[in-house]
C-alpha cells in the first residue's frame, strides 16, 4: 500500500522560506504515469493545488503561487520537496502531498499524506 | 481559473436518507471533475474521478453525474461514517481548483 508522509517545521517566520518534504513508501516515486503533488488547506482559501512534479524533473505550479515555489525530486531518497518563499501569515495551512494520478480521463490525486500544519508567525 | 461552485455549503441528513451535492463549474470541462470525501483531521479521499467513476474499494453507495457544467454526488442510504465534508475537483485546466466544500451533518 503507497503511503506518503510529510515532514519539516511546524512553524517559519514571516520572510522566509518553507522547507517541506514528503517520503514515498510502498511504492517508486520513479513512476512514469504518476507526477507528485504539493497542496494545502487554510480556513479562508480551501483547498489550493500548489504544483506537481515527475521524477524527470518536469513540474507545473499554481500560476498564483508560481513566483514563490520551488519542488525537486530525489529518486534514491523516494522523496519530493517543496520550498515556498517569501511566506506570509496567509501562507499557514496544512500542507498535503499525493500522488498526482494522470490519465485521458483526467488527472486526481489518489493518495494523500497525512498534512502538516505550518504556521507562519514570529 | 475554473470557478468551481459547490452547494450547499452544509446540508443535516439522517442515517438512511439520500443525499446529493451539487458542484458547478465556471466552464464547459467536459467529464474532468473528481470528488473527494474529508474526516476531520484527515487528508480527502478520492471517491469518484472523471464525473462517474468509482475509485476502487469506495461503496457503490456512492455515485456521480453530470450535465453540462453540473455535477452532481449523490450518497445513497447514508451511513454513520459519510458523515464529513466532500469537495468536488476540476482536472480540465490547471490550476486544477477545487469547490469550497460540503459538510455533512447529522
Known amino acids: 500500500q503507497l503511503q506518503l508522509q510529510e515532514s519539516g517545521p511546524g512553524l517559519v517566520k514571516p520572510s522566509e522560506t518553507l522547507s517541506l518534504t514528503c517520503t514515498v513508501s510502498?511504492?517508486?516515486?520513479?513512476?512514469?504515469?504518476?507526477?507528485w503533488a504539493w497542496i494545502r488547506q487554510s480556513p479562508g482559501k480551501g483547498l489550493e493545488w500548489i504544483g506537481s512534479?515527475?521524477?524527470?524533473?518536469?513540474?507545473h505550479y499554481n500560476p498564483s503561487l508560481k513566483s514563490r515555489v520551488t519542488t525537486s525530486v530525489d529518486t534514491s531518497k523516494n522523496h519530493f520537496s517543496l520550498k515556498l518563499s517569501s511566506v506570509t501569515a496567509a501562507d499557514t495551512s496544512v500542507f498535503y502531498c499525493?500522488?498526482?494520478?494522470?490519465?485521458?480521463?483526467?488527472?486526481?490525486?489518489?493518495?494523500w499524506g497525512q498534512g502538516i500544519l505550518v504556521t507562519v508567525s514570529s | 481559473d475554473i470557478q468551481m461552485t459547490q452547494s450547499p455549503s452544509s446540508l443535516s441528513a439522517s442515517v438512511g436518507d439520500r443525499v446529493t451535492i451539487t458542484c458547478r463549474a465556471s466552464?464547459?470541462?467536459?467529464?474532468?471533475l473528481n470528488w473527494y470525501q474529508q474526516k476531520p483531521g484527515k487528508a480527502p479521499k478520492l471517491l469518484i474521478y472523471?464525473?462517474?467513476s468509482l475509485q476502487s474499494g469506495v461503496p457503490s453507495r456512492f455515485s456521480g453525474s453530470e450535465s453540462g457544467t453540473d455535477f452532481t454526488l449523490t450518497i445513497n442510504s447514508l451511513q454513520p461514517e459519510d458523515f464529513a465534508s466532500y469537495y468536488c475537483?476540476?482536472?480540465?485546466?490547471?490550476?486544477?481548483?477545487f469547490g469550497q466544500g460540503t459538510k455533512l451533518e447529522i
Open positions: 499525493a500522488r498526482h494520478h494522470r490519465q485521458q480521463l483526467g488527472d486526481f490525486f489518489d493518495y
Open positions: 510502498g511504492g517508486s516515486i520513479s513512476s512514469s504515469t504518476h507526477y
Open positions: 512534479i515527475h521524477y524527470s524533473g518536469t513540474t
Open positions: 466552464q464547459s470541462m467536459s467529464s474532468y
Open positions: 472523471a464525473a462517474s
Open positions: 475537483q476540476q482536472s480540465y485546466i490547471p490550476p486544477y481548483t
